[in-house]
């Protein structure tokens, strides 16, 4: 490995630098590793400055990782990322220990990263304090292959992930978010138009184990799910995520704006004022041993409008109903709809674990080979036959 000081940091000159996600163990559709060309260069920055001059070099070149020294860097304008290849990683592995920051939710910063460019990645730091969005990907210009881990996400003025579109045929592919945290510091967001992810015309992408918290609106108006996917977007994975103490859980499709494929498995779901999964004209969405905790509202699962056809719910534990609205239709069996807040192990913050309370449910649920492992990445069945809910009790 060859490195040259300049006025940024390091560079390093290094081959073979390729950087992977964890292996995403179930199903075909968004799951699976990430995967992205080799650096060709490591720039290692301590302050805001180099970081400005970093970015500026991965737009002029490509197959750039910037790695930042544990500190605060503080934005007074946004990171617009248009190179291919460009990566942030904070080089102590630890997201409390590196911030990238705006000015706050009414501030002058309106992005931390702003992207249209492909292989996008982000890891290993917290960023947030920002009047839109954290981070915006591109699918209007064909973004493809963005990559999340370990972030959190925090106190945005509009949905902390967002991936827009132009409604032309370009769609954002292939996109992982594992292992990071979206949420509102102080429990609730500053208006209702807020959300954790939100995907127009995405298409093969994956959400995984994951925390949100917070995601709430201080008025009459709900806030948007914690997790939602819609305008045409297809192949969705969403596993092994808990939410807690949100106004919408996770949605596939809005209104006439619907979802194609997808899978929705082994989720912790807590919200307060409305669904905790939500189909609307989503085709082929299947729904599997999610555990939801609803208060405030009667339905725990709705699957909506005549374009919502073809999809499977079975082996979830909830306390409110499974219901088709305005004409939706889905196979269901093996569902548990009188779930009490005695059988998790604390409902009220979304551990949805199980407790010897819930002994009915267990080795209760149907087989299905899509469904390989619990919420714990634990594998099913422990014991006849799978749980019903998404923990697997050992």
């Known amino acids: 490995m060859k490195s040259v000081m300049i006025s940024l940091g390091i560079i390093a000159l290094s081959t073979g630098c390729s950087v992977m996600g964890s292996s995403g163990e179930e199903g075909s559709q968004g799951s699976g590793e990430w995967e992205h060309p080799d650096y060709d260069s490591t720039l290692i ?35 617009w990322i248009d190179g291919y290849n460009v990566g942030f990683r904070g080089y102590s592995g630890d997201y ?118 917070g995601i709430r609106s201080p008025g009459s108006d709900l806030a ?29 499709g809005m209104g006439d704006s619907g979802h194609g494929d997808g899978i929705i498995r082994n989720n912790f779901v807590h919200t307060t004022r409305d669904v905790g999964i939500g189909l609307e004209n989503a085709s082929g969405v299947d729904v599997y041993n999610n555990s939801l905790y609803t208060e405030n509202y009667v339905n725990s699962i709705e699957y909506r409008f005549s374009g919502t056809s073809g999809g499977e719910i079975i082996n979830n534990l909830a306390n409110g109903a499974i219901v088709s609205r305005d004409g939706g239709s889905a196979t269901l069996a093996s569902n548990v709809t009188s779930a009490e807040s005695s ?52």
């Not at 970093?54 to 544990?70: C, G, K, S």
């Open 343 to 394: 059988w998790f192990m604390d409902a009220d913050s979304g551990d949805l674990h199980l407790t010897s309370s819930a002994s009915g449910v267990v080795d209760a649920g149907q087989t299905l080979s899509d469904v390989t492992l619990d919420y714990d990445s634990e594998a099913r069945p422990s014991g006849s036959a799978f749980d019903i809910g998404g923990d697997e009790v050992y």
């Open 224 to 252: 948007e799910h914690a997790i939602h996917f819609w305008s045409e977007s297809e192949g969705t994975v969403v596993e092994r995520n808990r939410i807690s103490e949100c106004d919408r859980g996770i949605g596939f």
């Open 96 to 213: 409390v220990a590196v911030v990238i920051r705006g000015e706050g939710m009414t501030g002058g910063v309106s992005h931390v990263f702003n992207v249209p460019g492909d292989y996008f990645a982000v890891q290993d730091m917290t960023i947030g304090w920002i009047s839109n969005h954290a981070v915006q990907i591109h699918g209007n210009s064909d973004a493809d292959y963005p990559y999340f881990n370990n972030v959190r996400f925090v106190d945005t003025g509009e949905q902390m992930l967002k991936i827009s579109t132009d409604f032309s045929s370009n769609y954002s592919d292939n996109g992982i978010v594992e292992n990071c945290r979206f949420e509102y510091s102080a429990g609730i967001g500053p208006q209702y138009y807020i959300g954790g992810v939100d995907g127009h015309q995405c298409r093969n992408w994956t959400i995984r184990d994951c925390y949100f918290y």
């Open 45 to 79: 920055v301590s302050n805001i400055s180099e970081l400005l001059d970093a970015v500026e070099y991965a737009n002029a070149n490509r197959n750039v990782e910037i790695l930042l020294e544990d500190g605060t860097y503080q934005l007074d304008g946004m990171l």
